[in-house]
């Protein structure tokens, strides 16, 4: 049934802390806010909203530049129809103050969480041993949007021959010790270098020993399905657990993904046929996915992975039916 603003409260009625988020995107007319749900003292309330597990920390995304309001939504939702944690996602309308301000997506916001990105807790004084080696998110990003919050410049160069900056996201920086950012870095570093050395497809000292294949595998796949011009480059997560855990660096989770699908008018976007990862923006892409190309063994991997899904969740008509039902669902609002 629809929902009216006159309507008692039906969900969660409490106090909140709300702020503009966003990069670009704040210059548009429709902002993206982040919300956190707080106590009556400010503090953490873990809560479910829409029937989203239960957390704190929340993202009103505003989906301005995409007209239809559904490539995010779509890309999550394909996420998790390939069995990876990708952020649950649910329409809806937003007033603020008395303002109507249109359709937004309640999202999850990218968090270690035992129901989002579901690695181990790092803790201040995990300096040694196997507790030193996880929880980690890190992300490709422009060093700007990091702020305060630290990172460091890849060894290798990007297509282009600039360099990729990748933040640390958790833990924060500034909770980090040195150990700690050491650690992370020294090990995306170790894989950079496996993977750019001689013996890279050796599944022993190579790229392999690092990484979670098949996270780089789906990760690649709907970066070139949707053709998104700022795949490979920026907002890309990568999240390491401990080694006790399995340990290795793990593609994800998808996001940001509204440039995608044909909806820019630079770096090629507009041109579906083709591929991102060295072609449009591709010179500010890291090396890495056009050099496990080079693994006769990833490609046969990547070949299978592909003709799995087109065969299931990613067949065209599986595709349009979602995109219709989301269009009807969408279409009084």
Same mark, same amino acid.
């Given at each position: 049934?629809?929902?009216?603003?006159?309507?008692?409260?039906?969900?969660?009625?409490?106090?909140?802390?709300?702020?503009?988020?966003?990069?670009?995107?704040?210059?548009?007319?429709?902002?993206?806010?982040?919300?956190?749900?707080?106590?009556?003292?400010?503090?953490?309330?873990?809560?479910?909203?829409?029937?989203?597990?239960?957390?704190?920390?929340?993202?009103?995304?505003?989906?301005?530049?995409?007209?239809?309001?559904?490539?995010?939504?779509?890309?999550?939702?394909?996420?998790?129809?390939?069995?990876?944690?990708?952020?649950?996602?649910?329409?809806?309308?937003?007033?603020?103050?008395?303002?109507?301000?249109?359709?937004?997506?309640?999202?999850?916001?990218?968090?270690?969480?035992?129901?989002?990105?579901?690695?181990?807790?790092?803790?201040?004084?995990?300096?040694?041993?196997?507790?030193?080696?996880?929880?980690?998110?890190?992300?490709?990003?422009?060093?700007? =949007?990091?702020?305060?919050? @630290?990172?460091? $410049? #890849?060894?290798?160069?990007?297509? *282009? +021959?600039?360099?990729? /900056?990748?933040?640390?996201?958790?833990?924060?920086?500034?909770?980090?010790?040195?150990?700690?950012?050491?650690?992370?870095?020294?090990?995306?570093?170790?894989?950079?270098?496996?993977?750019?050395?001689?013996?890279?497809?050796?599944?022993?000292?190579?790229?392999?020993?690092?990484?979670?294949?098949?996270?780089?595998?789906?990760?690649?796949?709907?970066?070139?399905?949707?053709?998104?011009?700022?795949?490979?480059?920026?907002?890309?997560?990568?999240?390491?657990?401990?080694?006790?855990?399995?340990?290795?660096?793990?593609?994800?989770?998808?996001?940001?993904?509204?440039?995608?699908?044909?909806? =820019?008018?630079?770096?090629? @976007?507009?041109? $579906? #046929?083709?591929?991102?990862?060295? *072609? +449009?923006?591709?010179? /500010?892409?890291?090396?890495?996915?056009?050099?496990?190309?080079?693994?006769?063994?990833?490609?046969?991997?990547?070949?299978?992975?592909?003709?799995?899904?087109?065969?299931?969740?990613?067949?065209?008509?599986?595709?349009?039916?979602?995109?219709?039902?989301?269009?009807?669902?969408?279409?009084?609002?």
């Amino acid at each position: 049934s629809i929902n009216s603003i006159s309507d008692p409260f039906n969900d969660y009625n409490g106090k909140i802390s709300i702020e503009y988020r966003g990069s670009s995107s704040l210059s548009f007319p429709k902002k993206s806010y982040g919300l956190e749900t707080q106590d009556i003292n400010g503090g953490n309330n873990n809560v479910s909203i829409l029937d989203l597990p239960v957390e704190n920390d929340w993202i009103l995304y505003a989906p301005y530049s995409d007209k239809s309001l559904m490539r995010n939504f779509l890309t999550y939702n394909l996420g998790r129809k390939m069995g990876n944690y990708s952020p649950r996602t649910v329409y809806c309308e937003l007033v603020i103050d008395g303002s109507y301000r249109g359709i937004y997506i309640l999202t999850e916001k990218v968090k270690r969480d035992n129901d989002r990105v579901d690695i181990a807790k790092l803790d201040i004084d995990d300096l040694a041993g196997d507790s030193l080696t996880g929880g980690y998110i890190v992300k490709i990003d422009r060093s700007a =949007a990091a702020g305060s919050g @630290g990172y460091w $410049t #890849s060894v290798f160069s990007t297509f *282009g +021959g600039n360099q990729s /900056d990748i933040q640390y996201y958790y833990p924060e920086y500034n909770n980090m010790l040195p150990q700690q950012r050491d650690y992370i870095q020294y090990y995306v570093d170790s894989f950079e270098y496996a993977l750019n050395g001689p013996n890279f497809a050796d599944t022993s000292i190579g790229y392999a020993k690092y990484i979670d294949v098949n996270s780089f595998i789906d990760f690649y796949i709907i970066n070139e399905l949707s053709k998104n011009i700022d795949g490979y480059r920026l907002s890309t997560y990568m999240y390491k657990d401990k080694q006790s855990n399995g340990g290795k660096l793990t593609m994800g989770p998808f996001w940001d993904f509204n440039l995608a699908f044909g909806n =820019a008018n630079y770096c090629d @976007g507009g041109i $579906t #046929s083709g591929w991102e990862v060295n *072609g +449009g923006c591709g010179g /500010d892409n890291p090396f890495w996915f056009e050099r496990l190309l080079d693994d006769t063994t990833y490609q046969n991997k990547l070949k299978c992975r592909w003709e799995y899904l087109r065969e299931r969740s990613f067949h065209q008509d599986s595709l349009f039916n979602f995109i219709d039902s989301v269009a009807l669902y969408l279409d009084d609002a």
